[in-house]
């Protein structure tokens, strides 16, 4: 009866989509044993050695970030061009399978099963420290995350405004520049306020430059509520393309912007 009680607390308490650490069961006093009769008897199935699904549960990205982020408290979120998707800003459509940008701090590994598992996504995944250090509890880095849910499941996301300079970061290895340029063209609403407080946290010198070479071209009314003599650029020139055009007010060298 003991046994019978715990499999329908945890059956029917599952969120449904969503990817079970089997560290968080074992936590919560679901042992090793426990764990393989469930299996065997057809109520969960097992994704590698480390993590578990309910039975009939489709298996998609989401349940696996969430089991990441809810399960194992991983310093880690959906940002960038996935984030700029989300919002409603992206330019080009992803052919095929979905880029999913994971963005966590240095040193954040993700588990073996996770790596290991075929989601129904492309996943991308990043140690950054552009922000500096994850930190829930801190006020103005709350702001730039936001709760995206799928369902039951939520996920944590970068808002568009830290999604853009995460974006800029990875210009031109992973985006283009008239992609950048394009993307930029339709924020036109983005929080001043925000903005500038991620501004001055950015350790990306690269990514802040190319921010306001481009805002400054598309100038949207939100561009002139910021200070950026508040906001470090460093020194010195930054030469991010052969033949481009190069902006002396923020000593950048980009690529001409295609009309």
Known sequence: MKNGTKIRNLVTGWVPGGVYSARWLREQGYSYSNLQIYRRSGWIQ???????????????????????????NLPIHVGG????????????????????????????KLPTWFQKTNWNAQIGFSQSSLFGGFNRNQNNLDQSLKTVSFGKLDILYSTVE???????????????FDEAHEIMENL?????????????????????RLFCAIASKVNHPWFSKLEIDKVDLGSGNRHLIDGGEYDSKYKITIKARNE
């Not at 830290?162 to 283009?176: G, M, Q, T």
């Not at 036109?188 to 802040?208: F, G």
């Open 46 to 72: 097992a994704i590698g050695s480390g993590a578990y699904t309910r039975s009939g549960d489709d298996l998609q990205w989401q349940g696996g970030v969430w089991g990441l982020q809810k399960q194992l």
């Open 81 to 108: 061009k996935t984030a700029i998707e989300e919002a409603g800003y992206a330019q080009y459509l992803n052919l095929g399978k979905q880029k999913v940008y994971l963005i966590a701090d240095p040193d954040t």
């Open 162 to 176: 830290r999604a853009i300079l995460e974006y800029l970061d990875w210009v031109p290895d992973k985006h283009s």
């Open 188 to 208: 036109t609403s983005l929080r001043p306020k925000l903005m500038q407080s991620l501004l001055e946290r950015c350790h990306s010198v690269k990514a802040k």
